[in-house]
């Protein structure tokens, strides 16, 4: 039985080795702590991925700057509010926007925010990359109501040998976030080049530090047309184990069951919720679009609102849906 209110690094490091009746019953006590603290309820959130234009060079993401290969796109506002209504019309409550970060997409987002406020009541969620104390500002003013931006490894050396820039910036701009008053969405991936079980032990640490509103835990999928392609994919076991304890830990935070756990198993999914997780994200980007927005890879895994709906009653929770209108 994990300690919830006193989690050693000896503590972390032997629970994210855990597999068999041992891992089981730690998924159990992130399941009671889900149900004592958030009740049975699954927050199903639906994704538009508006482009894949970046300014960054991280080496496991094909939409790395220098991936010339990868033909870009933007989508405008017209296409996005048009996703937009359907989303709504599917009864799902909360409309998130992803990007690659790149600086040319804040002024379409801006567009945007109120009017899918305004025209249809869903909250806004934003994963667009580092932004400025003034741009966060201007996205909260205008309604976006969260913001993800994940910390990927707590290791400063690490982040910056996979190309991915300053690690001090990137936890600074959580400050920033909150500030701007948006609730704040952080997290790591399992399985990164060069990391180790300290490096784990340390994400979950980290990840209880910053205490976000969101927190969530991805395997690492090899991307080809990058330089960590021919690595292999992160430990999914592991993954399931870093997300029940965070849900230990912290309690209160959203926790995603991402597509990639599905994307690696057949059960992934099911499991994330197992593991103690209580959002899943519906995708709804066009096939145009979708298929270059490399997040993962060519062949990741896509979740459609019938697969999110019976995955969570699978697992004995209830999605929050709205009704339909009428």
Known sequence: MINQTHLTSDDIRKSLLLRGAEQEELFRQAREVRHQVLGDRVLVRGVLEVSNDC??????????????????????????????????????????????????VDSLVEEVIPRVKREFGMDILLCLGERSSAQFKRFGDLGADSYILKFETSDPELYRQLGCGNHAARLK???????AGMKFGSGNIVGLPGQSLETLV???????????????????????????????PGDIETTFNMMALWRIALGRPLIPSVSALQRMHADGQFRGF???????????????????????????????????????????LEPILRAPAG
């Open 55 to 104: 300014g960054k060079d991280c080496g496991y993401c094909a939409m790395r700057k220098s991936n010339t290969e990868l033909s870009r796109f933007t989508m405008n506002v017209d296409q996005i509010m048009e996703i937009a209504k359907h989303v709504a019309d599917c009864g799902i409550t909360c409309f998130f926007l992803q990007a690659a970060q790149h600086p040319d």
């Open 202 to 232: 340390r994400d979950v640490e980290l990840g209880i530090q910053i205490n976000p509103d969101f927190i969530s835990s991805a395997p690492f999928i090899p991307n080809s047309g990058t330089p960590c392609e021919k690595n292999g």
């Open 173 to 179: 701009a959580g400050d920033l976030i909150r500030a």
């Open 274 to 316: 197992q593991a103690g997780a209580n959002i899943i994200t519906v995708n709804f980007t066009p096939t145009e679009f979708r298929n270059r927005y490399c997040i993962y890879n060519k062949d990741r895994f896509i979740v459609s609102v019938d697969h999110a709906v019976a995955t969570i009653r699978r697992a004995g």
